[in-house]
């Protein structure tokens, strides 16, 4: 019933920019969070970035704070995240999640899109 389809990935150099969409259908999501979580090779997916999707209340990992914005768009049911000055630390797949009371804990998510690839040089 619910599908999320990331895109706006790919390479730029390191102080780049980037906007990344999480296009939702099947379903709206009130109340609840989606989020956007990514994952390095040999790494553990983590926390990015979350909004609630009814009032609009974000939350940041400390690492993208002051460089990412996430924000939503109801009338297209998609989510944004705006990455600003890129690091080469940030080369990772970014997945989109949705449907969370607990907008920072990846296991708590009900819906997974399948990345979009982005990778930062130096």
């Known amino acids: 019933q619910v599908q999320l389809v990331e895109s706006g990935g790919g390479l730029v150099q390191a102080g780049g920019s980037l906007r990344l969409s999480c296009a939702a259908s099947g379903r709206t999501f009130t109340y609840y969070n989606m989020g956007w979580f990514r994952q390095a090779p040999g790494a553990e997916r983590e926390f990015v970035a979350a909004?609630?999707?009814?009032?609009?209340?974000?939350w940041y990992a400390d690492s993208v704070k002051d460089r990412f914005t996430i924000s939503r768009d109801h009338a297209k049911n998609t989510v944004y995240l705006q990455m600003n000055n890129l690091k080469p630390e940030d080369t990772a797949v970014y997945y989109c999640a949705a449907d969370s009371r607990l907008p920072r804990s990846a296991e708590k998510y009900n819906y997974w899109g399948q990345g979009t690839q982005v990778t930062v040089s130096s």
């Open positions: 909004i609630r999707w009814s009032v609009g209340s974000v």
